[in-house]
Structures are given as C-alpha cells and as structure tokens.
C-alpha cells in the first residue's frame, strides 16, 4: 500500500520558491494563527499563508524568453523559458558515482523557478560535462521529448524510446512567439564515424522579436568553418554561449565574426584544470569588442528578452551576495 501511494502524482510536495513577502505575509499568518485564545478570528491567519503556495512566479510574456545559464562548474545547462514552455540545453557534469549537476543543480533551479514540466531536454553531445546530470534529471523532472547527438546505444536513448529523437540541422518550432532552430549536425555528420563527440555538438538558435541567443555546445573550428560557409547570416546573435567553454580548438576570428555577439558567455569552471577560457580567446572576443561574461566568476546569468529590457544579466554572485561566501579570485590560473 505504501508503494502504491508513494507511485502517486502529488505523493511528494514540491514547489517553487516563494517571493519574499509571501513568506513575510506566511509568518504573519502563524503569529496570528498562534495568538493566545480569545483573540478574534484566529483562524482566518490561514488565509495569510495562501501566498506561499499560489503566487507563483511570473512566465515571460509572449513573444518574450528568459535564459538562465547556469553555474553548473565545468559543464554547461541553460534553462529557456517562454511563456508556457521550458527547454533545457544540456544538463551538467556528473561529478561522482553518486552526484551530479542534473540533481545538485538544475532540478532545484527548476523546482525554485515554478517549472514542474520541461518541453524539451537537448543534450548537445555525450562528453559528461554536458550530458552526466541527463539521467538524474529525467527522473525528477518530467520532459516531453528529448533531442541529442548521442550515440544509439546510449543509456539514456535505451530509457527514452518513444520520444528520443536525433538531434539535425533543419530541425525548426516554435513556442509562444519564440523561435528554435537546429543548425548542426546533418545527416553527413553523423554518417561520418571518424567525428569526434564535439563535432556533433547540436547547435540550436533561439530568437524572438526581442533579442536572439546561439547555443553551441562543445563545437570546434571545423564544425564552426561549416556553419559559417553554409549560412554565416544564420548565426547572427544578440548572445553567444562561447563554444566549448573558451577552449582553443574553438571561437576561431570568421565565428565571432558571422556571429557578431554583443554579449559572450563563458561557461568553465572555476580554475579548471583544462586553463578554460583561454587568454587569447578571450582576448579575441575583447577585440572584437564583444562584453564578456563568465559562470565561474559571476555564477548563474539570468538575461530576459522583452520589451524595454537592456542586455545586463543579472549575475547571482551579485545579486544574491553574502559575508560568508567567498568572492572568486580572478586571476584566471587553474588550481594547483
């Protein structure tokens, strides 16, 4: 009987995370609930804590989209919202037998953020720092269909039957007056055994009225000479997560160039051991005059594209500042 119950919609409670004055208003509803007796109506303080469990928080708009790139350490996940929708871009590293960011980090964030349900998981490639929260992940989280490069003998493609698709350059929908298009692989990538996980990466382009945003995975310099030769105005974007978090076998000068990013995101780790990002990739986007932003040091970037929004993330390591977290050191050495 418990196993029935346990297998139950509801059986645990989750819910997002409440704004700050509803969790003033919840507090003020148990004072009143606790009052000494003979105090009137103490019974309607329950109406006091209806806030923490109905005030959700507010989607973006139509036509509009929020994009959260997560500090997930050396990986990559990127929450996209609209305004019914959610995707998520790759889902983090496994970080032990035991641990990975699909648990530790993403389905919280989500959990916080009100997203009981993702319309779509694209997992780029299979190099763990992208893919190894995936499994974690969709057994917390439920997800409609699930797009990737990874291989047909995959365990996660071995759980995901019916609505595991490839992920392929052509590939296009929209949601909400939002805009998604797959621009690589193709067919002749995946037919090509020789190519490593990078070059598969699935490069995804999201834009809307408001503002446009390229996914790019781990892609290298080939993969990135391809897209510029076949359609270099299709990857024109407001925003570019930086290919391969800053590596050198990426971000070659025609990319950033077709691109033209007013905005970079760099996604390594902190001190890393791989020394991501490079200093002359940085350097060559600062050239370029291009504003640069970083997970390992701003921690997770929230940008909105809608009406009246200016391009400025808001970066949690700023905004959410406390005495007893230490401020990253931004030296850019790897640790020893």
């Known amino acids: 009987a418990l196993d029935w119950f346990a297998a ?7 819910q997002h995370a409440p704004a700050g004055w509803a969790v003033v208003a919840a507090l003020a509803g148990v004072a009143w609930i606790a009052a000494p007796r003979g105090v009137p109506g103490r019974a309607l303080g ?28 050396q990986g990559l996940a990127v929450v996209i919202q609209t305004h019914t929708h959610s995707l998520l871009y790759d889902a983090g590293p496994r ?23 993702l319309g779509a998981l694209i997992i780029s490639h299979q190099d763990s720092d992208h893919s190894g ?4 992940l969709l ?8 797009a990737s490069s990874l291989p047909e003998d995959h365990e996660l493609l071995a759980q995901r039957t019916s609505d595991a698709i490839r992920c392929e350059a052509g590939q296009r929908w929209t949601w909400d007056g939002v805009r998604f298009s797959v621009l690589h692989p193709g067919p002749a990538h995946y037919a090509n055994a020789k190519l490593k996980p990078n070059d598969l990466s699935c490069v995804v382009r999201v834009d809307s009225s408001y503002g446009s945003v390229l996914l790019t995975g781990d892609l290298e310099a080939k993969g990135e000479l391809e897209l510029v030769r076949r359609d270099p105005a299709a990857l024109k974007a407001d925003v570019l997560i930086v290919p391969h978090h800053g ?90």
């Open 95 to 117: 970080y032990s037998d035991e641990a990975d960011a699909g648990g530790r980090i993403v389905a919280p964030f989500l959990r916080a953020s009100g997203v009981t349900r």
């Open 8 to 14: 139950t919609p509801g059986a645990v409670w989750q």
């Open 46 to 73: 329950v109406f006091w804590l209806l806030p923490l469990y109905l005030v959700r928080p507010p989607p973006p708009d139509p036509g509009a989209f929020r994009l959260v790139v997560l500090d997930v350490g």
């Open 247 to 336: 590596s050198r076998t990426s971000s070659t000068p025609s990319f950033i160039a077709a691109v033209a990013p007013r905005m970079a995101v760099f996604t390594p780790g902190y001190r890393n051991r791989f020394g991501h990002p490079r200093p002359d990739v940085v350097g060559r986007y600062a050239d370029a005059g291009i504003t640069l932003r970083r997970t390992d040091y701003d921690g997770a970037l929230t940008l909105v594209f809608a009406p009246g929004t200016a391009l400025a993330p808001r970066a949690e390591r700023e905004h959410d500042r406390r005495y007893w977290r230490e401020s990253p050191v931004r030296d850019g050495s790897p640790l020893d």
């Open 139 to 146: 057994q917390t989280v439920p997800v409609d269909w699930l």
């Open 133 to 136: 929260g995936a499994q974690t």
